[in-house]
């Protein structure tokens, strides 16, 4: 095996994690965006939600 094969598989090994990295990096932007926990941004995917503890979630409004 000479320098130039070792050397295309390290190439190959670094591009392929950075790619996943980005891509990771992509989906949980994405992920958060759309589910928007802190109901800061214009409805996208659900209708309107409210974050509460557990003792709010039971509470009944009127």
Request: charged fraction near 15%.
């Amino acid at each position: 095996m000479g320098r130039e094969a070792m050397m295309r598989g390290w190439r190959h090994f670094v591009w392929a994690t950075v790619c996943g990295f980005a891509g990771m990096i992509v989906f949980l932007s994405v992920f958060i965006l759309l589910m928007n926990p802190y109901g800061n941004l214009p409805r996208i995917l659900f209708s309107e939600h409210v974050i509460g503890d557990t003792n709010q979630r039971f509470q009944i409004r009127r």
